[in-house]
Nanobody
């Protein structure tokens, strides 16, 4: 059964860092386009970072230069390194896998940036 499980969220002070993990099972992340999205209370879900099957990355302007998406094929896991976090980064972060046929979402992990 295909599954995505996010972890690594938590409470961090402004300027701090977190690394989110997205562990996949039931399929191979290197054969899917993988991405991270976030949803803050009262706002629509927005994609913040993505990585293609070929390793090409793309970032939302709001996180460019601060967030880095990466993939470990041996661990079948995708990561989101988040540096210099700001209060406006507070949201539930979701991992997504997408192919031409299927789309899978994780359950989300909460990130709170506050002093």
């Amino acid at each position: 059964q295909e599954r995505l499980v996010e972890s690594g969220g938590g409470l961090v002070q402004p300027g701090g860092s977190l690394r989110l993990s997205c562990a996949a099972s039931g399929f191979t992340v290197s054969t899917y386009g993988m991405s991270w999205s976030r949803q803050a209370p009262g706002k629509e879900r927005e994609q913040v970072a993505s990585i293609t099957m070929f390793g090409r990355t793309n970032y939302a302007d709001s996180v460019k230069g601060r967030f880095t998406i990466s993939r470990d094929n041996a661990q079948n896991t995708v990561y989101l390194q988040m540096n210099n976090l700001k209060p406006e980064d507070t949201a539930v972060y979701y991992c997504k896998a997408a192919s031409s046929l299927y789309t899978y979402w994780g359950q989300g992990t909460q990130v709170t940036v506050s002093s």
